[in-house]
């Protein structure tokens, strides 16, 4: 049975679908608000932290898929470099490191616009794509940052 047929989205909120959809998957979520959802997911390098939030004023479902990353000082213009090279390969939504809160964040904007109802297919498939993502990418940004491998090494 597909996600769409367990239930009728027509009236929810794009963030129940994603509630429905992390007891689906039977993933760790706290509802953070009426608009925004935390879950953590698991991957075969780590636990995702990922957080979705609804924007009714530009109609948007954002995500965010975090992990703590805390290379050495000398090493962040490898990483900045091997985000370069790592964003010209994703076409689905793009990574960027926050330093302040040494976290590798994967970010991506579903637009909604016009009242789009969202299916709960979309929602797995971008969390699922967010995971993907950083499943592929964080051996490269980890072998820049610990490994002594350039980021064309390491891609």
Known sequence: MSLSQEFHTDDLHPIDVVEHIAAHHEWDFDRVADDQIAMAVEGQWRTYSITLAWSGYDETLRLICTF????????????????????????????????????MVYRYGLVLAGGQ??????????????????ERFYPAFQLVAWGDQSPAEAM
Do not use: H
């Open 68 to 103: 703590e990353m805390e290379p050495p000082e000398e090493k962040l213009s490898g990483i900045y470099e091997v985000l370069n090279r790592t964003n010209d390969m994703c076409w689905a939504g793009a990574f960027t490191y926050w330093q302040e809160q040494r976290l």
């Open 117 to 134: 109802v969202v299916a709960p297919e979309q929602i797995d498939r971008l969390i699922a794509a967010a995971v993907s993502s950083a």
